[in-house]
């Protein structure tokens, strides 16, 4: 049973020349991977025989248990000491009468023993809470028993009836994780906005903070009700991080209108704040399990850096990165002595290695590949960077087919989503289902992508169709000019805002691309936002967001394809899934409509059952093989030689 289940999840060699498109498209062999306190027992799930499975594995990899997780969108895996596993999973419902939306993704915390692997669901047997966990906010010992912390929504009860929905508002609470005995420990906000909580050793909750989201103001209490910070935050950008880098205070994050997101650290009994890590991009902070204090941090970057404020947990972080040259590191996840790591590696020629690392030993042993693929098939992939037409420099990431002379490329532009996002030099499956057929793939990073500062992200507010659109293709002009790809044969290819992108490419701008593929895209920018204040209630702090970052209402049918669609001038293909609750399935409906009433040629792929993040493999590979076989009907690869 253990080499069985450890050859699935390991690498295999292909014997063909190119990797089939499943290999893909499918959700990977490794998908997520956790260690236990003790660092004895390694949780992980891939593919067993084609089987999305949760594999638990002890220090000798010898498996203790394995559970099939099939279809379920699992959104994080987690242990409890050495004897339990928390699984963080999502499901896509409808809505019953009185909601202002249809659908709604709720979210669920399976508790799994390990010993008897009888699973059971935080909050299953309290009818008074419903719409599943809202939010987790971690795991504590107490007098030799664990406790999750979960906020949910608490139904009110009526003696004659029973219980009724008064608001949608968070009710934080703490689980017993041996018995599921859920009890409030700090009550709802009342008033339309959100809460947020700190929590400390034992569970206690250390600060509160409260957005009132009608006069855009917030405040901070301490675990005694004392006021110790307040503030003004008209787009509602201001959260908890946690207990701060010091004993007694806590860390605000806060993005302040022109000035990006600043972390400061508070006293809990009150004072001045005190900014931290001024001009670091921050992409993660690490708290320890016990305090909850923040004891370092990830930094953004083309690869990503660590930074603790313990030596010991330092001189590790470095030797990690060190083990592994010329390769983007990824820490997930350590054990509490922080001697053993779980560790991703990707880059050229590792389509995603996944490794135990013993730091009292020194030695790193694979334990599955995400993409097992021969590494001579992974397309090398670098970053770059160019020239915009107004001088502003943007980076992006190339990738090149693997074996081909990078001389007249059939190139596919690939911008991302967000589009406050960026890509990185890394193993994306997409990208390199593309390079695999022969072509160079570009995935500019434009103005408005983050990870480059403040003012490179703010400039692109309001360039929704304009000098954002502009950005990407002159990245295939500096393609062109450098030789490295062929200008006439060029597709525009994306996901939600990139699917925005690959429509405007061939709408907003002509004469540039062969097709355009959408996947998810955004084709009617004014109806997106006008959907989007109706689902939030109205909310003004979102309206504010909006104003600032794509337009004002009356500019917004200027940037929208489906209002060009008569213009488009290539083939299009538009794919969307039917559970999409972030860019409605709609959007690409109307799309489709308006490109065949204007005689325009146009595919629609509907992928049932599918939401926004493709969380599903039948419906991800679904993707992939349309996208890619559309963009190869429409602009043929070189043939092999």
Same mark, same amino acid.
């Given at each position: 049973m ?14 063909a ?14 998908? @997520?991977?956790?260690i +236990?306190?003790?660092?004895d027992?390694v ?6 025989n084609?089987? @999305? ?12 248990g394995?559970?099939p ?42 508790v ?6 009888k ?5 299953e047997?309290?009818p ?14 107490r ?7 979960f +906020?949910?929504?608490a ?6 009836s ?16 041996q ?11 009342e ?5 947020d909580?700190? &929590? ?6 250390? $600060? ?26 008209g ?12 004993p007694?205070?806590i ?12 972390w400061?650290?508070i006293p ?15 992409d ?23 930074? *603790? ?17 010329? &390769?983007?590191?990824h =820490? ?22 996944w ?18 693929m021969?590494p001579?098939m ?5 970053? =770059?960077?160019y ?18 002379d990078?001389?007249?490329l059939?190139?596919?532009?690939l911008?991302?989503?967000?589009p ?17 057929r #022969?072509?160079a ?7 408005? +992508?983050? #990870?480059?500062?403040?003012a490179?992200?703010r ?6 169709? @304009? ?7 002159d990245? &295939? ?10 200008p ?15 429509? $405007?490419?061939v ?21 997106m ?21 794509v337009? $004002? ?6 940037? +929208? ?10 083939p ?12 409605? *399935? ?15 040629p146009?595919e629609m ?16 590979? $679904? ?6 076989? *559309? ?11």
């Amino acid at each position: 049973m253990a080499l069985l289940m450890l050859a699935c999840l390991k690498s295999a060699a292909w014997a063909a020349d190119v990797p089939p498109l499943s290999l893909y498209g499918n959700l990977p062999g490794v998908e @997520r991977a956790a260690i +236990s306190a003790s660092g004895d027992r390694v949780a992980i799930i891939g593919l067993v025989n084609n089987v @999305r499975t949760l594999v638990i594995l002890d220090q000798n990899k010898k498996p203790l248990g394995a559970i099939p997780v099939d279809d379920a969108k699992v959104r994080g895996l987690y242990w409890v000491g050495d004897d339990r596993i928390l699984l963080y999973k999502s499901d896509t419902v409808k809505l019953g009468p009185g909601f202002i939306t249809e659908k709604t993704e709720l979210y669920a915390m399976l508790v799994i023993p390990v010993d008897t692997l009888k699973t059971w669901m935080v909050f299953e047997n309290n009818p008074r809470i419903t719409g599943g966990v809202r939010q987790f906010y971690g795991v504590q010992q107490r007098d030799g028993r664990y406790y999750g912390y979960f +906020s949910g929504i608490a139904m009110e009860q009526d003696f004659r009836s029973g219980p009724y929905l008064k608001s949608l508002a968070a009710v934080l609470y703490e689980v017993d994780l041996q018995n599921g005995k859920a009890t409030i420990i700090a009550p709802r906000f009342e008033r339309p906005g959100f809460r947020d909580w700190v &929590l400390g050793p034992g569970g206690t909750v250390r $600060a509160t903070l409260d957005f009132d989201s009608g006069t855009g103001s917030w405040e901070i209490r301490n675990a005694e009700k004392q006021e110790i910070a307040k503030g003004k935050n008209g787009l509602g950008r201001v959260n908890l991080v946690g207990g701060g880098t010091t004993p007694g205070t806590i860390i605000l994050a806060e993005d302040r209108e022109g000035e990006g997101e600043r972390w400061f650290e508070i006293p809990e009994v009150g004072g001045e704040p005190r900014e931290i890590l001024p001009n670091a991009s921050i992409d993660a902070a690490y708290l320890d399990e016990d305090t909850r204090q923040m004891v370092g941090w990830r930094e953004e970057g083309d690869v990503p850096s660590y930074h *603790f404020a313990d030596t010991f947990r330092q001189k590790v972080a470095n030797a990690t990165v060190k083990a592994f040259p010329n &390769l983007s590191v990824h =820490i997930k996840d350590w054990n509490k002595a922080f001697d053993q790591l779980l560790v991703m590696t990707e880059g050229p020629g590792d389509p995603q290695t996944w490794w135990r690392v013993n730091i009292r030993t020194g030695n790193a042993s694979e334990i599955g590949t995400s993409y097992p693929m021969d590494p001579t098939m992974v397309g090398p992939m670098r970053m =770059i960077r160019y020239k915009a037409a107004d001088g502003l420099e943007i980076p992006a990431v190339l990738t090149l087919p693997p074996g081909r002379d990078p001389k007249n490329l059939p190139v596919v532009i690939l911008p991302h989503g967000g589009p406050s996002s960026r890509d990185y030099p890394g193993f994306d499956w997409w990208a390199q289902a593309f390079a695999s057929r #022969g072509y160079a793939v570009l995935q500019p990073n434009f103005r408005g +992508s983050t #990870g480059y500062g403040v003012a490179f992200q703010r400039a692109g507010n309001r360039e929704w169709g @304009r000098k954002m659109q502009s950005d990407i293709s002159d990245g &295939l002009a500096y393609l062109s000019a450098q030789g490295i790809v062929d200008p006439r044969r060029a597709c525009i290819v994306g996901a939600s805002y990139g699917g925005y992108a690959a429509l $405007a490419g061939v709408t907003l701008q002509q004469g540039l691309y062969r097709c355009s593929v959408a996947v998810a895209g955004v084709s009617d920018v004014a109806k997106m936002a006008i959907t989007d204040i109706r689902e939030s209630g109205s909310d003004k702090a979102l309206k504010m967001a909006l104003a600032e970052e794509v337009g $004002a209402k009356s500019d917004l049918r200027a940037i +929208s394809p489906v209002v060009f669609a008569a213009k488009a001038d290539a083939p299009v293909m538009l794919i969307h899934g039917k559970d999409d609750l972030v860019v409605p *399935f709609e959007q690409s409906r109307v799309m489709e409509v308006a490109l065949r009433a204007a005689g325009k040629p146009v595919e629609m792929v509907t992928l049932p059952g599918e939401d926004h993040w493709l969380s599903r493999s039948a419906t991800r590979l $679904a993707m992939v093989e349309a996208s890619v076989g *559309f963009v190869m009907k429409h602009n043929p690869p070189d043939p092999v030689r």
